[in-house]
């Protein structure tokens, strides 16, 4: 087989890209729990550790990693929705790609005043309040 | 060997004769141990196919291109290749639906997931292994009947969609399951047990039904859709596979 240089991309569509998110978002999300089950974990060791390690989570970036992890968990939760209508429901497979775009206006609606209130407080402490 | 077209072309002719450039991934393991892109530049007509464009290199411009072709309309199956990153036919696919803005160029690479022998020609065995594991022959018990085994148009019409496959291929080495792992069955042979396990006159379902339940079998199917896509009989390719899938699930065909 030759190695070098290596192909194109295939071009897959709706399916193969809502998979690819899918594989992503629950990888994301078997991180998140490792690391959850670790800290919540910590506190019956030594709860002032455990509140140690909560204060270092008070980062603009630590909260913007949760609105990523919000997002992740609501799109894998929806797709499985719809992998599970493909298996199940006999005109599943016919309406796969009406299915994908429903998750995707989903997330969105919900990400976009989500992300608003989940950063509201940090933006405020970055830049101050307007209020 | 490099021989330039010559034949002369009539001004009528030449008025509608356009170029297009193909990029082919060619690959030859006695030159090179690796692959590479080359690039023809091709006159075609309008009406003109990806696979005369392939013929026009072949033919006139670089005899040594290998590739895979036999009825060139569709129904043989040989010539499944990657064409502009999907999978389609190359007797089947027009270049002005390829080459839509001017100086685009063409890809045309082998298909995924097969062992490639040399440019786009791809060692099918995997592929048939797959597909003569599903026992894709008519099974019956009994004494055989003394007239035809007759079947109702509605028993007929549930796998209607399944015996149109003329195994190209191109479901099997789209699939992003296969590419990572040979050892799945692959859409094109769930496809051809489907078309068995549904016949009201085969009595092997049971049979088939164990062999697609295996580790490698239906359970594989990660509903990505691309086979449906990329099928050139318009077989719902991921329908046949849900429906294996439930009749599986739900002990009942
Ligand atoms: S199901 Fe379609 S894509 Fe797959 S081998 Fe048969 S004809 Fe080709
Ligand atoms: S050459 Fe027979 S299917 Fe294309």
Known sequence: MPAAPAGTLYRGREGMWSWVAHRVTGVLIFFFLFAHVLDTALVRVSPDYYNRIMDTYKTPVVNL?????VGAVLYHSLNGLRVMAI??????????????????????????????FMMQHTVEEMFGSTT | MT????????????????TVTLKIRRYDPEVDPDANWQTFDVPVEKGDRLLDALHHVKWYQDGSLAFRRSCAHGVCGSDAMRINGVNRLACKVLIKDLATKEGQEILVEPIKGLPVEKDL??????????????????????????????????DRARFDDTTKCIMCAACTTSC??????????????????????????????????????????????????????????????????????????????
């Not at chain 2, 021989?3 to 356009?18: E, F, G, I, K, N």
């Not at chain 2, 006159?201 to 039904?209: I, S, T």
């Not at chain 2, 294996?244 to 065909?253: E, H, M, Q, S, Y």
Request: include cysteine.
């Open chain 1, 65 to 69: 990693m949760e609105v990523g992890l």
């Open chain 1, 87 to 116: 298996d199940f429901w006999e005109k599943g497979p016919r309406y796969q790609k009406q299915m994908t775009y429903a998750v995707i206006a989903v997330v969105l609606l919900v990400m976009i005043p989500g992300t608003y």
């Open chain 2, 3 to 18: 021989a330039l077209d010559d034949r002369p072309v009539s001004a009528a002719d030449a008025a509608h004769v356009t």
């Open chain 2, 121 to 154: 020609i791809v060692d099918m065995e995997p592929f048939f292994e797959a597909f003569r594991s599903i026992k894709p022959f008519l099974i019956t018990d009994g004494r055989e009947p003394t007239r035809e085994r007759l079947q109702s148009a509605e």
């Open chain 2, 176 to 253: 992003p399951v296969y590419w990572t792992d040979e050892s799945y069955f692959g859409p094109q042979a769930i496809v051809m047990a489907h078309r068995f396990i549904f016949d009201s006159r085969d009595e092997g379902a049971e049979e088939r039904l164990e062999i697609l339940n295996e580790k490698e079998g239906v359970w594989r199917c990660r509903t990505t859709f691309n086979c449906t896509d990329a099928c050139p009989r318009g077989i719902e390719v991921t329908k046949a596979i849900q429906e294996v899938k439930r009749a599986l699930i739900f002990r009942r065909v």
